[in-house]
Each structure stands twice: as C-alpha cells, then as structure tokens.
C-alpha cells in the first residue's frame, strides 16, 4: 500500500485510491503517518482534530475514527492502541514523505561532494513526489503545525538542484524555472542569486541587474533590511563579470573553459571613494560554484534610480514566465471569414481606440463552432499579445461551473505568482493580486464555456492593453459589454468546404452527390460536419454514401454522429442541462410546431399562452441559443410571410428533443386558443 502526504493526503491499493472521506479521517492518517511509527497521544490527535476547543465525547470519537481508518487500510498495516495513544505500523507499505526525505538526503551528499549530475538526478526526483500544495484536505491545526515545515524543506530542495543544475552548466535550462520560483518566494537570497548566475550566463547581464535591484527593494520593503552575504557576493561578481561556471574541484579533470558571451563587457564597480576600502582579490563563493571578489562595502554599490525602484515594487513588473494556455488549434479549421475578420479588427485595435475595453462575446448553440472560432483567433493574435495568452473552460467535466478562485489560481501560476496560502480562498484578494499582475501587459484571455455572470466578472483584467474573448450565451453581455459575435450554422459552401478539408478532397470530389447530401444532413453544424468527416478517413473502406445512408434515416442519425469524444447528441444534452426547468419543458412543447419557422403566435397557441407572454418565453430561448431566430419576412407557421419575427428549431436539435424518452404532447394546433396541457411528472423531473 502506498501513502501520499506530499500533496492530499491519500492512500492507494495496487493503483487504486482507497476511499477515505473527511477532514478528520486525513487528518488522523496524516498524524500517524508522520509520527514514523511512534505513538501519537491522545491529547495531540484531539489538538490536531478540533484544535483548543475539543468535543466532550473526544476519546470516543478518536476511537471511531480509529476504527473506520482500520477498517479502510485492511490487513495490510496495523492500527494498534499502545497507551496513551495509537500507532501505525505500514509493513512494506511506501510512505511518499519517507521517500523524499531519503532521495533529499543523498541528493545533499552528492553535491557536497560535488556529485552534480548525480545531485541533480536525486533531488529532481526527491521533487516528483510533490503532487501538489501539501497537506491540503487536513483540519487547518494540524496544517498550521506542519505545513510551513514542509513548504521550507521543499524551497531547500529546489534550491541544491538549481545549485547542481548550474554546476553543470545548465543555466539556459533553468532560467524560466528561477524566474518563476523567484516570483513565488521573492523573499529566498538563495533562490535570486541563482536566477542572477543564470541570467549572467545566458548573456543577460541588464536583467540580472535588474533581479537584484528588485530583490533589494522587496528586502527593504517587507523585512527592512538590506540584502545578506551571498546575495550581495552574487550581486558583486556580476559587476566584476566573474559569474561564469567555476572550474571542477581537484581531482576531477578540467573541463573546456567557454569563454563570456560574445560582446559581453563586464561592468566595472565604480573605484572606492576616499576612506572605503578597497576590492581585495580573494574571492568567496557564490551560488553556482563561481568565485568573485568580496562585496562592496556598504553603501558603496550604486542605488537604484528612483523609476527602477518603482519598477521592482510593482507585482507586475516583476520577471515571470510568458503563459501560452491556449489549447491547440483544431485541424482543418475553415469557413467563417466574415467573423474572422472581425475578431482580427478587435484584436488589432489600440487601447483606447474603442468606447470601452476589447472584449468580445461569442453566442451560438452548442456544436457550432464558438470555441474553434476563439481558438483560432488566439492563435492568429499570438504575436500581438507578447505577454501571454489564459485560457479556462468555465464548465467541469460534469456539467457545474469553475469555481472563480480556482480559475484565478491557475492565472496566478501561469504569471508566475503562486497565490499565497492564507488567500487562497479569498476571492475580493485573489481578484486585486490577479488585476495588479495583469494591469500593465498585453495578455489575451479566452474564457470558454461561460455560463454564469458571476463567474466571469472577477476574470476579467484590468489592463488596457488587455483583450478577452468570451463564449457563451447572450446574457453574459452584461459583463463583456456591447460586442457580440453570434454565430449561426455554415453555409452550405462553407459545410462542404469543412467536410472536404476533414475528409479529404478526393473522398468529396469522387462522390459529389452523397457529399452534398451529408452536408444537409449535417444541418450547417461544424461539429457534426467534423464528424462526419472523421469517419471518412477512420473508415477508408466506407464509400461517401454509405455514410449518407446511414446518416439519412433520422431515428440513428445522432447516433452516427458521435466518433470518440465528440458527440452531437452529447453536445446537445450538456447545452439543455444549462437551462432552466421552464425553458426545458417551453422547448420540448414546441416541438409539436416540427421544422418549419414559427411566429410567437403559433407558439403562443401550442403552449395555451397569451401571445405577450409566448413570445417573452420565445425570445428567452433565442438567447440561450436553444432556438434560430429568423429575419423577419419568412414565411412561418401561423402567419402570412413577412408578418414579423419568426424562429425555428436546429433540424438536429429537434431530433435531439424528439427523441428523450419523456411524455410529450400531441402536434398542437396552429391558430386558435389551446387549453394549456397537464404538466405531467415526466416534465418536473426531466434531465437531457
């Protein structure tokens, strides 16, 4: 059996996650986990469960808890009662915080011993047991007492591995991970002396200026001090240009010295002023194996200008990584040059050039396109957006919406500001560090899957010069603003046009006819066109009209449109779930008006309503893109042509909805009062 700490706690049985529930139960196995097999007493299990303030009935609890735990590990450990408390024995059971202590304990032998690809290898892999924070599903007593221990232990660890790392010579490597673990502990000397040994190294001298510049504000800032020995040692020898990799320790052979970068120039200290001391030749080391010359007495290293201390104190000046989370463009994307066109128009524009920020919301019903159209243009935009691009999909994989604050961690990760602990579940404070960091730069963001106004509104940055992309339904505009790109089903050349490029041109051209005849099946829907079109080239030895054939008859045709994970019918259902039980049960009503285009009239008599209120519950569907709205001027069931606003459903929408499995009305009258149906039990419980 194998337990984890590094990370939630959690226990697995050959690969499978036994199945632990509750704070208290974590919390108990973590105790005596970290206890080694010694007796953990009652009084700390009470602590670590319920703090100063235990339960009367405390030993009977613990005993429950006791005994549920032994019961969910088996025979596999021992769980025993040795006064005045329990222990917990785990057999040949593998404990993940014993494994990196031993790893993490070789790993500093070796670079003592200057071992640094061995140190490296150890003390990366003492780091691949991390699974994430630890500790994070115990009571907040038990992670009060052991979560700062652990995160200190870890900082160490990346720190000999960037020590191991540099001795190698591998500092190009290492520079997006320093700059990253910089900005999650500014705080660390250790940790910016790096990131500047690496910068020097990489021919990035101003930068790594920079770094220290920032460090010395921060120092000064939070702590009040000035920075220690062996940043200031660093900081030294990048003005004396002497930060390059030191020459191997007696014994081992030399290595080919590599000479500075080609038009580096060292920077030279400026000389001492009368009284100071002069720079003595002996030089101390620096992280990354380095000698350099002792520092600069106090006061003598020139200050930073007042601009560059402004710059080190902002949150999103600092040096962090440039975030790419967009997902990868889906293949053969074609068709939508009108749309294209004018994303490419908002994306480009100048901050301030518009009336207010550059964001755009994209509306349609499911399957048609929303995400592959703001992917694409993420993806053509990439270049104007030097800074980055976030991506989230604000639906989980069971249909509920993203908790903002988990959204707004990963932005942080991603820009390089690792949200600290205590704030972690503040969302006003997870809102104001996200809005600093993205205040200044040029980011694009893509907010997919949007359902809810409040999910989305503390997503939004602050910056000018950021842009966002929103996909969603129409009532989102009141957040995103004015700029709304709908999105309607292909024409028919450009359905042909998405089959062709997804099947091949020659399974097309070869059987025109049955091509033709898919793309109207098919209904104008990009994902069914994608579909169909996969299944073509999964199925060589399928001919374009069997797959016509099969395609035609209507009971299976959603059925045939599903290959892997995409699923029309799947779509579909997930879209309905998102609506309201009254929007739901509207909907399948107004199937009895079938495929042709309906007025609010005919809706209004198929539902028994008055036609004000129809049509308010028309037009509400229409926004939640579960109906087409028309232009006015068809001719439409229950009114002569161009007597006004008319709808329709998508012909495999309809499908979708006529093929539930619940009680359905008859076909209603098409003019005329209708008395209003039953609801009937089947509708109040009804889930696609």
Partial sequence: MDFQLLGPVEATRDGHRVALTGTKTHTLLAALLLARGQVVPDARLSRLLWGADPPATMSGQIYTYVSRLRKLLGPEVTLERRAPGYALGTGDGRVDVLEY???????????????????????RDALGLWRGPVLVNVTEFLAEEEVPHWEEERATTLENRMEAELALGRHEGVVAELTRLVADFPLRERMRAQLMTALYRCGRQAE????????????????????GHGLRAAHQALLCATLDLAPPPAGQPPAHPSPPPAGRTPVSPSPPSVGQTPVSPSPPPVPGGAPVRPPRPRGTAPAPGPAARTQAMTPSMTPSVTPFMTPTEAPCFTGRARERAALARLLDARPGDAAGPRRCLITGMAGVGKTALAVHALHAARERFPDGQLYADLTGSHGTPEDPREVLARFLRALGAEPPGPVAGDLDELVRIYRTRTAERRLLVLLDNASERAAIAPLLPAGPHCAVLVTGHVHLAAETGPTVLPLAPLHRAESLALLTATAGRARTTAEPAAAERIVELCAGLPLALRIAGTRLVARPHWSVARLAQRLAAEPTRLGELSFGRLDVAGALARMLRRADTESREVLTRLTALGPRPFTPDSAAA????????????????????????????????????????????????????????IQRPARAPLAGPAPVPPVSDAYKTWSP
């Fill in 101 to 123: 202590e031993r790893l993490d304990r070789l790993g500093r032998q070796a670079l003592q011993e200057h071992r640094h690809a061995e140190a490296a290898t150890l003390l």
């Fill in 208 to 227: 790594a200026l920079q770094v220290f510049d920032e460090g010395r504000a921060v120092l000064a800032e939070e702590l009040g001090v000035d920075p």
């Fill in 606 to 661: 198929a539902l028994g309503l008055t036609a004000s209120r129809a049509e308010d519950l028309v037009e509400r569907l229409a926004d939640a893109c579960l109906l087409e709205p028309l232009p006015a001027g068809p001719a439409a069931v229950g009114g002569p042509a161009g007597s006004g606003s008319a709808f329709r459903f998508h012909p495999l929408l309809l499908l979708h909805l006529q093929s539930l499995p």
